[in-house]
């Protein structure tokens, strides 16, 4: 079946460092892949997708490439702000998984993102 | 807009009472989705909405009843729920659960059942 793993924190960084959060999948079909982050006491908010493979999602200065040859989807930062403490999740969507769960959102267990200012 | 609202924000209730959570959603999407969220969890599917049609139930427990009256709405009935059902409820909706679109979510609805 469809699955996604990603890397567990926390994760703790100071403002202004670099940011990567792996991520990596399996899936049957072609799935659509997504990060969302999730901000303390909030819902889940869409932060970037991508479609098919080579596309590369951005929003906010985050950025992540779909590598099908790898079955990954890291997501990246190249400064980081306190305002980007959140859990972050990787997530995947399959419209062509036989097993009857297309279109529904496959998530990682999440990452914890902490900036020190 | 990609406005997922719902009410309310945070509901305490008592094992013998009955409550609803609304959700609604304007963007014209014809999923719509309930999911459970504990501390530190990703959410767990709960329900889908397809077309105002349920096509999956998650194996939830009869007192968790979910209602979809029109394309924009969605509601969750709460009934005898037990203290484990503390969490996180969140809406979601999707243009369309057949092709992998992404899904919008709403603020939740904290619940705490003492």
């Known amino acids: 079946g469809n699955s996604v793993t990603q890397m567990e924190g ?20 072609y799935p659509s892949l997504f990060w969302y982050v999730q901000y303390p006491g909030e819902g889940l908010q869409l932060l970037l997708k991508a479609t098919k493979a080579d596309d590369k999602g951005s929003n906010k200065g985050f950025e992540a490439t779909y590598r099908k040859e790898t079955t990954s989807f890291h997501l ?3 400064s980081v702000q306190v305002s980007d403490s959140a859990v972050y999740f990787c997530a995947l969507s399959d419209a062509w998984d036989y097993g009857g769960s297309q279109g529904n959102l496959i998530f990682g267990k999440g990452t914890k993102l902490s900036v020190k200012p | 807009d990609t406005e997922v ?7 305490v209730m008592g094992m013998t009472n009955k409550k609803s959570l609304k959700c609604e959603q304007h963007m014209g999407h ?6 459970k969220q504990k501390a530190k969890k990703p959410p767990e599917l709960m329900f889908v909405y397809s077309y105002e049609k349920l096509s999956i139930n998650e194996s939830v427990p009869s007192r968790f009843s979910p209602e979809c009256p029109n394309s924009s709405l969605l509601n969750l ?24 679109y992404e899904q919008y979510f709403g603020p939740g609805t904290r619940l705490t059942v003492t």
């Not at chain 1, 926390?10 to 079909?29: D, H, K």
């Not at chain 2, 009934?79 to 059902?85: F, N, Y």
Request: with cysteine.
């Open chain 1, 10 to 29: 926390p994760v703790t960084l100071s403002e202004e460092a670099f940011l990567t959060i792996n991520c990596t999948y399996t899936a049957t079909g």
């Open chain 1, 76 to 78: 990246e930062k190249g």
């Open chain 2, 5 to 11: 609202t719902q009410t309310p924000k945070h509901l």
């Open chain 2, 30 to 35: 014809r999923a719509m989705y309930w999911y």
């Open chain 2, 77 to 100: 009935h709460l009934h005898a729920l037990q203290p484990e059902d503390s969490a996180l409820y969140l809406c979601a909706s999707s243009q369309d659960r057949t092709v992998s």
